[in-house]
Structure formats: structure tokens, C-alpha cells
């Protein structure tokens, strides 16, 4: 996966937003999945506008024959996980359609769920609708219903995408996030470095508690992990990627609410070099 500063050298894609996306003639041409696949890589690429977000949209919904259903109507579920991720902007660029926005996000959110459970997509589902627009409150209860419902499915690179999806949201359930934590347990020790960077990343966006009242997750995830390690001694290449992934968290991560930049030792997740000694098997320790 490319850095966004990576991806904005990239010539090849604003050359086919000028020579097909500008074209409604063009688009017609793609297939569903060609059409949807290209709708939400400009949205990645950050190329999405408001003229090629309108052929998008007006391409989807035309009638292959007068009088006839929408083309949309034959979209798979992957089809629409791919527009979802296209209409991200669109409501700010055309608010005069926003029912089609709201009603893909409601066929995500609720019409499709069953479908969606069977093929193992509840997850990536989950991920489009957060980034789809701002929810409400009660989008937010049928989200926070949502997670809790497949939580215990999920695999420990999974579960990380959990508070990436959260913050996204909006969802500060404290009841989620207890769960959350419970869930991760000895995940902890197993994660990769990239996973464990995915979830530091979202931790530190994540807040949990009632208005006013509310916490950095990653605060309260890193007390919770070093209370477990102090019950039970960590394996050192865990300790290990742990510190690692703390380190590649750069500054923009680091920041928190009430405008005060958090550093790795205010997580409480970066143990001190006596702390560290302690964790380390006897052979391992510093001298």
C-alpha cells in the first residue's frame, strides 16, 4: 500500500480520470466491477470531484432501456462495498442526491446484513460505512450492535481494525471497548508489527466515554496490556515488536485531544529500561 504522498506522483491515475471517468461514454463501457473498482480508487487517490463523482453516479443509476431498472440493480454486494467507498464526498458535492447516498448506506448498514454475514464481509462493510459520511445516533446504535455481533468471530488481525472503524464512527460505547480489550487478550503477543502499528494508529484515535467524560482508548489499552504483562511475563519477541510499533508511530499519530501531543511514555506502553529488564528473560537483560 502506497503513502498518499506515493500515490499523488502517480500519473497513470488522473490520466484515466481525464480520459474515461470525464466520459460518461467511457464509463458505459466498464463492467459493474470495472465501474465500481475504478469509483472508489479516485476516491483513494483523492481525485474523486464533483463533475466525475456526478458521471459515476449518473452512469450506476441509468436505465439500460427506457423504463427499465437501474443499472445499479445488478450490482453484487462487492460492487456495492466499492461504490460505498466512492460516495464518501458525495453528499458535499451533491446534496440534491443524498438519497442515494443514504440508501446505499442503509443497504449496507441493514438490508444486506444477512448476505453479508454468510460471505464474511460484515467487517469490510463495517469499514465503508464509517467512511461513508458522519452517522447519526441511531446509525451509531445499529454500528455499535453491529461490532459487539461479530467481535467474537473475528481473528486477531481482525480485531485490529476494530478501533480504526470506531473512531471513524464516532462509537463510544465503553462497553465495546471492555469487549474489545478483552478480545485482543493474548492477541497482544501474536500481533505482527503491522497489525500492532494499525492498532496503535486507531487506539489513538479512538474515544471512549460519555461527552466530557471521554479517554484516549489507547491509554486505557496500554494499562490494561501492562497489567497483563505484569500477571504473566510476556515472550521478549513480543516486548519487542511492541516497542517497535510504538516507534513508528509518528507525530500526527501521537496527538490527542485538548490540543496536547501525547509521547510513547504517556501511553504507559513503553516501559523503562528497568521495567524493560524485568519483562526480558534473564539471559536477554542488560548488564
Not at 86 to 97: A, I
Not at 109 to 124: A, F, H, I, N, W
Not at 180 to 204: E, F, I, K, Q, Y
Not at 222 to 240: G, H, T
Amino acid at each position: 500500500d502506497l503513502h498518499p504522498s506515493q500515490r499523488a506522483t502517480l500519473a497513470f491515475p488522473r490520466a484515466f480520470r481525464k480520459e474515461v471517468a470525464a466520459n460518461k461514454e467511457a464509463l458505459k463501457l466498464l463492467s459493474n466491477d470495472e465501474l465500481c473498482i475504478a469509483w472508489s480508487s479516485l476516491d483513494r487517490f483523492q481525485l474523486m470531484d464533483k463533475q466525475t463523482s456526478l458521471n459515476f453516479f449518473q452512469v450506476a443509476t441509468a436505465a439500460e432501456e427506457p423504463g427499465g431498472p437501474q443499472r445499479c440493480s445488478q450490482f453484487s454486494l462487492r460492487n456495492w462495498l466499492h461504490a460505498g467507498l466512492g460516495l464518501r464526498e458525495f453528499t458535499k458535492f451533491h446534496p440534491r442526491h443524498k438519497d442515494f447516498h443514504e440508501s446505499v448506506l442503509l443497504r449496507l448498514l441493514v438490508d444486506e446484513q444477512e448476505r453479508l454475514s454468510k460471505r464474511g464481509l460484515q467487517l469490510e462493510a463495517l469499514q465503508v460505512v464509517t467512511r461513508m459520511a458522519r452517522l447519526n445516533s441511531r446509525q451509531v446504535h445499529r454500528t455499535t450492535a453491529l461490532v459487539m455481533g461479530v467481535l467474537p468471530e473475528l481473528s486477531p488481525s481482525e480485531i485490529v481494525m476494530i478501533p480504526k472503524i470506531c473512531a471513524a464512527g464516532g462509537i463510544q460505547d465503553e462497553a465495546l471497548f471492555g469487549s474489545v480489550v478483552d478480545h485482543l487478550g493474548s492477541a497482544w503477543n501474536v500481533l505482527d508489527l503491522r497489525d500492532l502499528v494499525l492498532l496503535w494508529r486507531g487506539l489513538l484515535k479512538w474515544r471512549v466515554g460519555l461527552p466530557g467524560l471521554q479517554r484516549i482508548a489507547a491509554v486505557e489499552a496500554a494499562e490494561a496490556l501492562a497489567q497483563q504483562w505484569a500477571r504473566k511475563r510476556p515472550p521478549a519477541n513480543a516486548v519487542v515488536r511492541q516497542l517497535r510499533a510504538l516507534g513508528r508511530l509518528d507525530e500526527m499519530s501521537l496527538r490527542g485531544t485538548n490540543q496536547e501531543a501525547y509521547s510513547l511514555e504517556s501511553l504507559g506502553a513503553t516501559p523503562s529500561p528497568g521495567e524493560a529488564d524485568s519483562i526480558l528473560p534473564p539471559g536477554q537483560r542488560a548488564a
